[in-house]
């Protein structure tokens, strides 16, 4: 499954996108510590699969919140999509 | 009532129950109840079968919302709680449906149910809320395989459907129609905001146009927003509408006209989608738990 979570609003669209099918896999789970808002969190889904998922509190000010890794020039890599192995997380923005 | 006094966005709650099905020779009652951030819905399926339902707005007070809404939906079928088997609550409150044996979230509700009132081969659902807008796609079985969700402002959702409602003095049920009912479509007000679309309807009026092209150009505007939600997810055919919102003709043929795709069409009240999947989902989840007892 893709789970967006995010908005979108006036000011354009910010979802960040986990393929749980990939995510399932995934044994380490390290995107949850490389985040530094702390916008990773794992759940049990409604189908009983463990997975990872963007907290509630986050998910209407993604913009804001990954803010601070995506610097407007010169943008390193997301630490959130390094860390994750299976390549299951995705920004829109 | 006077116009000033009257609720002109007030819809209508009703209950309704299959007299030919009789619960107790049942194996398996299972239930649902969805609590909307504006209208709650329980379902009762009798051994998989749909029995009862209710329709109803949803109070200041959630686990209420819940109670009044299973209440109802049990009302003349002689069934308590205590004979329903296994029950799941959704939607906004359903951590706080009281006698609920799990928490599901609307959009799997949503789904399974979508796969139950239009067949296995709906694969995307738009489900247009009373204040979110989700669209939802799904496999066969009604699983979902991807899903969007816009729950930060009311435009594309109900809540924003009332608002224009009680601006014009149109009754709710009357809007789809009357949207219609233009010689020549106007353009969309504004689609990212119902405060905006409200107070640019309402310069409109004072322009002289009439109550029909305003609500011609907002449900226009609605039809506009919720095609670039569908857009990101890539709309897969068949594709279904549920919620309120999917009662409304004057929003569902311009979102068919703006996709080239017909929405197909239900039998079932397109409001009661998310609380029957939850009650699929409990009645899934019972069997399941008789299974682990017998090994």
Redesign the interface.
């Known amino acids: 499954m893709k789970a967006n979570y995010g908005y979108m609003d006036g000011s354009g669209e910010f979802f960040i996108t986990i393929d749980t099918d990939l995510c399932i896999e995934c044994s380490d789970r390290s995107c949850v510590d490389a985040c530094p808002a702390a916008l990773f969190e794992i759940i049990m889904d409604d189908y009983d699969d463990e997975v990872v998922a963007i907290k509630q509190e986050h998910r209407k000010k993604v913009k804001y919140d990954c803010g601070a890794c995506k610097p407007v020039s010169d943008r390193p890599p997301l630490p959130c999509v390094e860390a994750c192995k299976p390549g299951a997380i995705t920004h829109s923005w | 009532m006077g116009e000033k006094t009257k609720e002109f966005w007030r819809w209508k709650e009703y209950n309704w129950s299959d007299e030919t099905i009789n619960p107790k020779e049942a194996e398996t009652i299972s239930a649902g109840v969805d609590v909307g951030s504006v209208s709650s819905q329980a379902v009762i399926m009798v051994d998989g079968k749909l029995y009862a339902y209710s329709n109803m707005r949803t109070g200041s007070d959630s686990p209420d919302s819940a109670r009044n809404a299973i209440n109802w939906a049990m009302e003349g079928t002689g069934l308590t709680l205590d004979d329903i088997h296994y029950s799941v609550g959704t939607g906004y409150g359903r951590v706080n449906v009281p006698f609920a044996n799990r928490a599901?979230?609307e959009?799997?509700c949503h789904a399974r149910g979508g796969n139950f009132m239009y067949g296995p081969t709906v694969r995307t659902i738009l489900d247009m809320g009373g204040q979110d807008c989700k669209a939802i796609l799904c496999d066969e079985r009604g699983?979902?395989?991807?899903?969007?969700?816009?729950?930060?402002?009311a435009a594309g959702t109900g809540r924003g459907m009332e608002v224009f409602s009680d601006l014009l003095a149109v009754p709710i049920e009357d809007v789809g129609e009357l949207s219609l009912d233009v010689d020549e479509e106007p353009p969309p007000v504004s689609s990212?905001?119902v405060v905006f679309a409200k107070s640019e309807a309402s310069s409109l009026l004072r322009e002289g146009w009439s109550k029909k092209r305003v609500l011609a150009a907002y449900c226009s505007a609605m039809a506009h927003r919720v095609v670039?939600?569908l857009e990101?997810?890539t709309v897969e055919k068949e594709f279904a509408i549920t919620g309120g919102i999917a009662k409304n003709a004057g929003v569902v043929t311009r979102l068919e006209r703006e996709l080239n795709l017909k929405a197909l069409k239900s039998k079932h009240d397109t409001q009661i989608a998310g609380a029957l999947g939850a009650a699929l989902?409990a009645k899934s989840l019972v069997e399941k738990q008789r299974k682990k007892a017998v090994q």
């Open positions: 599901i979230t959009i799997a699983k979902v395989t991807n899903f969007l969700m816009n729950d930060k402002c990212t905001c670039s939600l990101r997810i989902f």
